[in-house]
């Protein structure tokens, strides 16, 4: 078990950057892909026009691709902002803005997944008041994704990059998972398990897959350090994939890695080309 052995989405907003957004679907499709992800693509807009939202929609159908997971509105990915629904004031209120309009696009391409990133801690704010607000967005994206019949995946980023980011281990983000659960009683609240992340933390990765796999909703990988495609770090990421089989988990695998200086289409040559599209 290991590589060959998953269902692969190519996430759209850390490759093929160098093509329009618009091209992308059709260079992973090219690249033998079925399935893609995407962070939120309107940094600066929760709420774009309708003629954007319908352009990129058609751009992953007449691509023949999956959207399989979105992010909901996070600020400006990548860059210095993790997310919007635990800053007090405008950003949150962008945020709930934002739900309904992503859970509709979502919803659109028969996507099944929608992360919502927590937020960085915001100097002279008390962090419980900052909790008391991200549980009470979380809550609204939550019983968005369950209109739609979808999970909502909270994140564990890494300290070394987000040092603001609250939720930099396994376990904190999962005890705010049960958090929403227990306060919607939806059950539809899960893990993404970003093998990137826990590793730079330093987690135990075997352990963490052992006691979290049968939370996880998503994963995501790429290689330590250097978050650059597998086979360029010091990842045993095909044995950590197979952990992941053994441990029940069967859910997608998303790519979020960089690809370099190298054009998108370059950065697969670890994955067999038959192991590609989703089975």
């Known amino acids: 078990m290991g590589f060959a052995d998953q269902r692969y989405t190519v ?36 709420t774009p026009e309708r003629s954007e939202l319908d352009a990129l929609r058609r751009s992953v159908e007449d691509a023949g691709v999956r959207l399989t997971g979105l992010n909901f509105y996070a600020g400006r990915l990548p860059g210095p902002d993790r997310g919007a629904l635990s800053l007090p004031g405008e950003e949150s209120d962008r945020f709930r803005a934002n739900v309904d309009v992503a859970a509709g696009f979502a919803e659109s391409l028969g996507c099944r997944a929608l992360n919502a990133l927590y937020g960085n801690r915001v100097e002279g704010v008390d962090p419980a008041e900052q909790d008391a607000l991200a549980l009470e967005n979380l809550v609204l994206a939550a019983r968005a994704a369950d209109r739609i019949g979808a999970v909502l995946l909270i994140e564990a980023l890494n300290k070394a990059e987000s040092p ?7 376990p904190a983000a999962v005890g705010v998972v049960d958090k929403v659960n227990e306060a919607t009683g ?94």
């Open 11 to 46: 996430n759209l907003s850390i490759l093929f950057t160098e093509l329009p957004l618009l091209e992308r679907p059709a260079a992973a499709a090219a690249a033998g892909f079925s399935a893609v992800e995407l962070w939120w693509p309107w940094t600066d807009s929760p």
């Open 164 to 170: 603001l980011y609250p939720l930099v281990s396994a």
């Open 186 to 279: 939806l059950g539809n609240a899960t893990f993404l398990l970003d093998l990137y992340h826990l590793a730079m933390n330093g987690e135990d990765l075997p352990e963490v897959i052992e006691r979290y796999a049968a939370r996880t909703g998503h994963v995501q990988i790429a290689d330590s350090p250097g978050r650059g495609a597998p086979g360029t770090g010091a990842l045993p990421l095909a044995d950590l994939l197979g952990l992941l089989t053994k441990a029940g988990y069967d859910g997608w695998v998303g790519l979020e890695y960089k690809s370099g200086d190298r054009p998108g289409a370059e950065s697969f040559g670890w994955l067999p080309p038959a192991a590609r599209a989703a089975r």
